[in-house]
Nanobody
Framework: QVLVTESGGGSVQPGGSRTLSCTGS????????VGWFRQKPGKEREGVAT????????YVTTDLKERFRISRDNERNTVLLRMNDLNPDDTAIYYC??????????????????WGQGTQVTVSS
């Protein structure tokens, strides 16, 4: 069974930054394409960013690409999501998942398996 775990969530003030980490059992994260998603209160889960096994292939949604960055650290079996200039609308549970099908830039949830339990990010003053 593949286990995926998110960490790094917490409370942050508007304008602040946060880095989330996604790790997994064995070398799952290092050997896989990984995506980050988020679910705001009362909303559906939405794609945020994805990174292929080739670390140069990354995609961040248009509305977030100026503030969010995805990267990987294969030695630590980790994918990171760096979030800058956070605002209250970024408040959500953030999930990572392993992509097992589809194109490298896909943020279609149907292309992802092995989801973590999520980590809460709350942006407020």
């Amino acid at each position: 069974q593949v286990l995926v775990t998110e960490s790094g969530g917490g409370s942050v003030q508007p304008g602040g930054s946060r880095t989330l980490s996604c790790t997994g059992s064995r070398n799952t994260i290092a050997d896989s394409a990984v995506g980050w998603f988020r679910q705001k209160p009362g909303k559906e889960r939405e794609g945020v960013a994805t990174i292929d096994t080739n670390p140069r292939l990354t995609y961040v949604t248009t509305d977030l690409k100026e503030r969010f960055r995805i990267s990987r650290d294969n030695e630590r079996n980790t994918v990171l999501l760096r979030m800058n200039d956070l605002n209250p609308d970024d408040t959500a549970i953030y999930y990572c998942a392993v992509r097992t099908r589809g194109f490298w830039y896909s943020l279609d949830r149907a292309d992802y398996d092995y989801w973590g339990q999520g980590t809460q990010v709350t942006v407020s003053s």
